[in-house]
């Protein structure tokens, strides 16, 4: 067993103060001393807000929000991107309280590992990877599919088109070429020192909120026009209207046999359920927040790791609900061109409702630019899945314990946690190979694959996640444990209290949150492949559906028995908890400088008045403050 990390204190005579953080994610505790292991802190608050951002950003609500809507009608579609949105906030929450106070390389995996059972933590990690590089493998498929952008004749004829063809000349190129062109670009944005990654990344996000933005406000300008209904909210009236009526479980088998449809009550609830899995995949990316952590440069004075949990979900949630209920009002549900990337997986802008919107409204520059910005929005996912996954496969090559002890094993795992000018390479190269399996979704059945892939890369996010909130519930009661020990001096500076001003993130019912978190991603988790039951049986489906349960099962089963031996006798469990660890405190109350900018002492996004009245500082701490949660 690897020895536990130590830590590295703040000394009041030294000459140059050093970091809170715990050893492990400073240095990793590797033998050989001529390689370089660490990675190196030059993220800055910005950089992780907009690296976020446009990790979330892909391809799942532009391609997926119209099949949302065909699934639970305008209305609900609404009311499931709030609801998934809920779920993925508490999550963020409580990774983000845990990653603040405790900084720790791979805090995804490491936290289980400490809190839960080390066998537990070791799963997540391999789990969390593998999502990652499939994730990257379905938006290449994902991006491959946009250049096949080409709007039937027949479509265009049906909502009174009166322009020529829209569509791309490159419908006819081969889709692997796409795939390897973007797959050697992203791999090439990753080799970048992380200080210009995270600028590339913040211009890239920028550009995504200002696009997400902009096309809220054509959808809602185009609703405002009225130009083909009289009734601004038509697409809920009749014959449509605010729900879905049925939900059609499985197609007919063979021409003489009737699909399997579910109506009424059952139909609506049907097509919601299912709805909320894709909604799943087109906001994860959250937790690259806190596993961005051991690259922030400054977590005491910046609060990063707080104002950027807050910052993502307040965006993601607004956004993507606005942005589905505007369009919701320009496209109905049973649009021809949804209905068929909804129920045979139409491929490709044609299927995005977004741009269904434009062309229902006879407009023709924007269809061609919305697919343009598509390919874009997915490149940056793709990169950044790359990204989250090298980050990930380092942060666990670092953990001597998961791997085996074999000689062959142990050389790969050297390599893939040496850096080089704070990049990992070797675990960037492992991660970027995995993206040649979208070259096998290259078919004529690319748009199913993708979905496969897509609800793949979901359930094994969700298995963490549900794991993360277990592991909070654990977390939450052995810092108030440690809080009220006399003998513990992290306790008597406050490190482990959550009402201490020192504390650096904090969030009200957060026991109650993280339990709502760890229901709502079970529940989804355990029922997302529910269709699969309902004869025939299709085993394709069951193994998209529930493989990743089966090798998180699988994998923890196999750390706990090679540790533990075979003999139940023997078992027990090993969770070292808060052990090894000290709190980063944040700077505050009199030790806090003044604000440059409003001269007044104040934690980062907290409003605070230095005077009463209207006065010149107190204008200052306004506009900071927005500035904050803006930028």
Known sequence: MSKVPTVRRNSGS?????????????????????????????????????????????????????????????????????????VLWTTMATVGEMTALFPVRGPLFEFPRRFLDESIGFACAWLMWFSYVIALASQLQAIASVFQFQ??????????????????????????????????????????????????????????????VGLIMFNTILNAQKRFHTSRFWTYDSPYSFASKNYTVRDGVNKSSDPLVYEGSLGTFAGTWSGMTLIFFSMMGFEVIAISAAENKDLKNSETIKVASRKISLRVMLLYTLAIFTVGLNVPADDPNLLRAARSGLSGGQGSVFILSAIRNHLRFWPGFFNGFFAFSSTSTGINNIYCASRSLHALASTHDAWPRWTPVQAVRARLERTYHGVPYGAVFVSWVFGFLAFTAVSSKAADNLDKMATNSTISMLIVYAVNNASYLVFYRAINAAA?????????????????????????????????????????????????????????????????????????????????????ANWQRNATKLHGLAPTMVISGANRPLCGFCDTKHRRGQLRLPDRGLTVRNSKAVVEWLGVWIK
């Not at 809170?20 to 994610?25: A, C, G, N, T």
């Not at 992780?48 to 391809?59: D, E, H, I």
């Not at 006399?486 to 009200?508: I, L, N, Q, T, V």
């Open 151 to 212: 709007v039937a004749k027949e479509y265009l004829d049906e909502v009174g088109w009166p322009h020529g063809p829209v569509g791309w000349s490159t419908h006819a190129t081969s889709s692997a070429v796409w795939v390897g062109i973007f797959l050697i670009i992203m791999g090439a944005v990753n080799l970048l020192p992380v200080r210009w990654y995270g600028r590339f990344e913040y211009v890239c996000g920028c550009l995504k909120i200002m696009f997400l």
């Open 484 to 568: 009220g020990r006399s003998d513990d001096p992290e306790a008597r500076k406050g490190g482990f209290k959550r009402g201490a001003p020192e504390y650096p993130y904090k969030s009200s019912g957060q026991w109650m949150r993280a339990t709502y978190g760890l229901v709502a991603t079970s529940i989804l988790a355990l029922f997302n492949g529910w269709k699969t039951f309902v004869p025939p049986f299709d085993t394709k489906t069951f193994v998209a559906d529930y493989i990743s349960l089966v090798l998180f099962f699988a994998l923890s089963t196999m750390y706990f028995l090679g540790r533990n031996g075979l003999n139940p």
């Open 14 to 86: 030294s000459d140059r103060p050093e970091s809170l953080r715990p050893e492990s994610i400073m240095t990793t505790g590797s033998d050989d001393a001529t390689h370089e292991t660490n990675l190196r802190e030059e993220l800055k608050e910005r950089h992780v807000n907009m690296l976020a951002f446009s990790t979330v950003l892909g391809l799942g609500l532009f391609f997926g929000g119209g099949k949302i809507i065909v699934l639970a009608g305008p209305g609900l579609a609404v009311i499931a991107y709030i609801l998934i949105g809920t």
